[in-house]
């Protein structure tokens, strides 16, 4: 069984920062691409910001040159750091994977973490 287990969501101001981490319990997703997602009340899950095996990430426009997406294949994690946090980033973040090489991170998805950002 393939699990996904994020942490590091909380309150914080407008302004501060945040860092999620998901751990995953295979390491044959190391060379599989990994995600962020997030979803606001009311509105469809987006992505948020995506990483391949090779390190080739991807960012929403709304968060870019905010948030920075990383993993660490030896801890078989995948990390994303939130500076500069708005209120409109209030939301439950997901991190999610890919079950195949060149495949989206859509297949696994973890329980979520809430993430509110107070103005």
């Known amino acids: 069984q393939v699990q996904l287990v994020e942490s590091g969501g909380g309150l914080v101001q407008a302004g501060g920062s945040l860092r999620l981490s998901c751990a995953r319990s295979?390491?044959?997703?190391?060379?599989?691409?990994m995600g962020w997602y997030r979803q606001a009340p009311g509105k469809q899950r987006e992505l948020v910001a995506s990483?391949?095996?090779?390190?080739?990430?991807n960012y929403a426009d709304s968060v870019k040159g905010r948030f920075t997406i990383s993993r660490d294949n030896a801890k078989n994690s995948v990390y994303l750091q939130m500076n500069n946090l708005k209120p409109e980033d209030t939301a439950v973040y997901y991190c999610?994977?890919?079950?195949?090489?060149?495949?989206?991170?859509?297949?696994?998805w973890g329980q979520g973490t809430q993430v509110t950002v107070s103005s």
């Open positions: 990483i391949t095996s090779g390190g080739n990430t």
């Open positions: 999610a994977a890919a079950n195949g090489v060149g495949r989206p991170p859509l297949d696994y």
């Open positions: 295979r390491s044959i997703f190391s060379i599989y691409a």
